[in-house]
């Protein structure tokens, strides 16, 4: 028996949550390696994964779901940690990823499916 899940909008919002967390931890871990040029990798990747949503099932809600995981996933990775670390440092380009991956979100919502 094979299950299709190609019309359950349930299974598309877990897989935008799944994603858009993939894509915040991958930005996370991307930005501060070989600057600038990990910075622009990750929004690069960034604007592409959250248009790529719409493109495949052509719902921006599920497109503001994931950039909204994203945000979340970013900002939290700005706060200390346990042992008081930084994911993302005060620096230069650390300010860049959380402003213009939030530019860059934007412009991948707002952009046609």
């Known amino acids: ?6 019309n359950n909008f349930v299974v598309k919002f877990f897989y935008s949550i ?3 967390g993939a894509l915040g931890a991958a930005s996370i871990f991307i930005h ?3 600057p600038p040029f990990g ?14 949503i719409g493109r495949k099932w052509g719902k921006r809600s599920l497109k503001v779901m994931a950039s909204f ?4 996933v970013v900002l939290r990775a700005g706060y200390p940690g346990a042992s008081d ?3 993302i440092a005060s620096s230069a380009v650390g300010i860049a990823l959380m402003n213009i991956g939030f530019l ?3 412009i991948a919502i707002l952009l046609p499916n």
Do not use: K, P, Q
């Open 85 to 87: 670390e930084y994911l």
């Open 39 to 52: 910075l622009l990798l990750s929004l690069a990747a960034t604007g592409t994964g959250i248009w790529c």
């Open 104 to 106: 860059v979100l934007v």
């Open 32 to 34: 501060a390696s070989l």
């Open 18 to 20: 799944f994603f858009g």
């Open 1 to 6: 028996m094979r299950f299709d899940f190609g």
């Open 69 to 72: 995981i994203w945000i979340v």
